[in-house]
C-alpha cells in the first residue's frame, strides 16, 4: 500500500469573471514509504499549487474538481476538515512551505513558535512541548540554547532549519518541503540539503521535494516528477530520468542545469516561458517551445505513456 497516492487531480483556480487558472490538470502521483519524490518544474508549472492541495491549505478561490488523494489508502481529500486537521495535517503529513523563512513571527520568540505549533496540534503541556522543541533544535543542527531567540537573531539558513523543525514537531511520516534553499547561498543550500537527507534517512521519512533545479534531486530523491504547464510530463526513477530524460522539457531542464554528478556541461536555457494557465496551449502545452513539434502536437494531447517499469512520458514523439 502507498503512503501517499494522487491520482487524476484536477485543481483551479477561479478569477474574474468565472475563468479558471488550471494549476494542477490531471496529476497522479504516488509516494512509498520512505521514498522521496522530486517535484520539479519552471516557475508557474503548479508544484506549490498540487502541494497545497494535498495539505488542503489551497486559498478560497482554490478548488479540486476532480481526482482523489488517499494517505495510507483512507480518503482525505473528502474526509471532514476538522478530523483531516486532527488526525493528518502535521501528524501525518506536514509542509515547508515556500519563503518558509518569512513565515515566522518577528515578534515572537522561536521556540515559542515552535512550542504554540506543538501544542496546537497535541496534548503536551507547555513544559514538554518546549523539551520536544529543544530536541528538535538539536535534531536540525541547531543550538537549544538560542530557543529564546528571536528571528531576527538568525541566519536565513537557520530560519531554514526552524522551519524544518516545526514541520517535524508532530513526527509525521510525510513531509513536503517547497522549495528548501532557494533564498539561500549555494554554501547554506548544500548544508540545509544535508540536512534533509540526513533526516529523511534516519527518521525513515518520506519527502515531496519541490523545486525547479533538477541538480538538487539528484542525491536526495528516488524518484522525479516534472510539471510543465499543470501536468506531469515525465515521472521515474531518478537515474532513469537523469541518464535516459525522454521528454523535450526534461532535456530542456537538465541542460539548463549547472552540474550533475560533476559533470560539467555548456548550459543552454528553454527558450520562452511556461504559458499563461488561463488559456493553456491546445495539443500538448509545451509545443510552442519544442523543437520538435508537429502538426498533431497542436492539435492533441499526448497521454502519458509507460516507457519503462515505472517510468512514463506525455510526448507523441516517444
Ligand atoms: N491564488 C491564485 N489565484 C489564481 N491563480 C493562481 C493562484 N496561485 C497560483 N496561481 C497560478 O497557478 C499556476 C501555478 O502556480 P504555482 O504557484 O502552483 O506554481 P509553482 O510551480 O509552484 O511556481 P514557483 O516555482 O514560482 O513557485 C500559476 O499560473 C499561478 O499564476
Ligand atoms: S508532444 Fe510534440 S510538442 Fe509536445 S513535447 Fe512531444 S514533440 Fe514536443
Ligand atoms: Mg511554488
Given at each position: ?19 479558471w ?5 490531471n ?19 503548479g ?23 488517499k ?6 481529500l473528502?474526509?471532514g ?9 502535521w501528524?501525518k503529513?506536514?509542509?515547508?512551505p ?6 515566522l513571527?518577528?515578534v ?6 515552535i512550542?504554540?505549533?506543538?501544542i ?11 523539551e ?9 543542527g541547531?543550538d ?9 537573531e ?42 534533509i ?8 521519512l ?11 534531486l ?6 522525479i516528477?516534472v ?15 537523469y ?5 523535450p ?5 537538465l541542460?539548463?542545469?549547472p552540474s ?5 556541461r ?12 488561463l488559456?493553456p ?7 510552442p ?30
Amino acid at each position: 500500500m502507498p503512503l501517499l497516492e494522487v491520482n487524476s487531480l484536477k485543481m483551479y483556480y477561479e478569477v474574474k469573471g468565472k475563468r479558471w487558472v488550471k494549476a494542477v490538470d490531471n496529476v497522479s502521483i504516488k509516494i512509498d514509504r520512505g521514498e522521496s519524490l522530486g517535484l520539479a518544474g519552471e516557475s508557474g508549472c503548479g508544484k506549490t499549487s498540487l502541494s497545497l492541495s494535498i495539505m488542503r491549505l489551497l486559498p478560497p478561490n482554490g478548488k479540486v474538481l476532480s481526482g482523489e488523494i488517499k494517505f495510507e489508502n483512507e480518503d482525505i481529500l473528502n474526509m471532514g476538515y476538522k478530523l483531516f486537521k486532527k488526525k493528518i495535517a502535521w501528524k501525518k503529513i506536514s509542509l515547508v512551505p515556500q519563503a518558509a523563512m518569512s513565515a515566522l513571527n518577528p515578534v515572537m520568540k522561536v521556540g515559542d513558535q515552535i512550542v504554540e505549533a506543538i501544542i496546537f496540534h497535541e496534548d503536551v503541556s507547555k513544559e514538554e512541548a518546549l523539551e520536544r522543541a529543544k530536541t528538535l533544535f538539536k535534531l536540525v543542527g541547531l543550538d537549544p540554547s538560542r530557543i529564546n531567540d528571536y528571528p531576527h537573531e538568525f541566519s536565513g539558513g537557520m530560519r531554514q532549519r526552524v522551519m524544518i523543525a516545526m514541520a517535524l514537531a508532530c513526527n509525521p511520516k510525510l513531509v513536503i518541503a517547497d522549495e528548501p534553499t532557494s533564498a539561500l547561498d549555494v554554501i547554506v543550500q548544500a548544508q540545509i540539503l544535508s540536512l534533509i537527507k540526513d533526516l529523511q534517512k534516519n527518521l525513515n521519512l518520506s519527502m515531496i521535494l519541490v523545486t525547479h533545479d533538477l541538480s538538487i534531486l539528484s542525491e536526495i530523491c528516488n524518484s522525479i516528477a516534472v510539471m510543465y504547464a499543470g501536468k506531469i510530463v515525465e515521472y521515474g526513477p531518478t537515474l532513469d530520468v537523469y541518464e535516459d530524460p525522454q521528454h523535450p522539457y526534461t532535456k530542456g531542464l537538465l541542460a539548463a542545469t549547472p552540474s550533475i554528478k560533476g559533470t560539467r556541461r555548456r548550459l543552454k536555457s528553454i527558450p520562452g516561458t511556461p504559458p499563461d494557465l488561463l488559456n493553456p496551449p491546445p495539443g500538448c502545452r509545451f509545443h510552442p517551445r519544442c523543437p520538435y513539434a508537429k502538426d498533431i502536437c497542436r492539435k492533441e494531447e499526448p497521454p502519458l505513456v509507460k516507457v519503462g517499469e515505472k517510468r512514463v512520458v506525455a510526448c507523441h514523439e516517444v
